[in-house]
Nanobody, 127 residues
């Protein structure tokens, strides 16, 4: 059973940076897609960025492209989300999720394909 634990959230001013981490364990597949999703108050869950575990193929939502960078450290089994130039509209609970690599192209728009989720970490960006 895959388990995911997020960390790194917090309060930051607009224009600032944060780095989120997602420690993963219990992999049973040969390859995975991992992703970051977020849910802001009163809004639907949104896919932010995803990465394949072996080839590190990445996908980004248009709202974060150029500001956020997703990465995966295979030695540590940890996924990261470096968030720069943060905006108040980035305020949300951020969740990491994992699914089969075969969903990599649709993972951000199809969160139901995820096999496991973390509990989330709050990111608050003040104006």
């Amino acid at each position: 059973e895959v388990q995911l634990v997020e960390s790194g959230g917090g309060l930051v001013q607009a224009g600032g940076s944060l780095r989120l981490s997602c420690a993963a364990s219990g992999f049973t597949y040969d390859d995975y897609t991992l992703g970051w999703f977020r849910r802001a108050p009163g809004k639907e869950r949104e896919g932010v960025a995803s990465i394949t575990m072996e080839e590190h193929i990445t996908y980004y939502a248009s709202s974060v492209k150029g500001r956020f960078t997703i990465s995966y450290d295979n030695a540590k089994n940890t996924m990261y989300l470096q968030m720069n130039s943060l905006k108040p509209e980035d305020t949300a609970v951020y969740y990491c999720a994992v699914g089969s690599r075969r969903w990599m192209r649709v993972f951000l728009s199809a969160p139901k394909r995820a096999d496991a989720w973390g509990r989330g970490t709050q990111v608050t960006v003040s104006s």
